[in-house]
């Protein structure tokens, strides 16, 4: 199974976590449906994340969100905002 689908199952499976914050919710299934429509890999997960960053900042994440954002950030740490710019960088 590749890296992308391995999201997608993981942004489902999280879907089904019934303590999620609503506004967490929505920002995930948003995520999991520009997944599903193969949008952009990176920006989608960028985007989740930086939404759901500005949502921890206001300590509106809940337990559930801050696992969920700690997990996509492991998993996918190219996807952060500096690691977006890195091809800026000569090596």
Do not use: C
Request: net charge neutral.
């Amino acid at each position: 199974m590749s890296r992308q689908e391995d999201m997608k199952n993981f942004f489902h499976k999280t879907l089904e976590d019934q303590t999620l914050i609503p506004s967490v919710r929505h920002i995930i299934e948003t995520g999991y449906n520009d997944l599903i429509q193969d949008k952009d890999y990176n920006k989608v997960l960028l985007e989740t994340k930086l939404k759901l960053s500005e949502l921890a900042t206001q300590n509106n994440l809940g337990g559930s969100g801050l696992k969920f954002l700690s997990e996509i950030t492991r998993l996918e740490p190219s996807s952060s905002v500096s690691s977006m710019w890195n091809f800026l960088i000569k090596k």
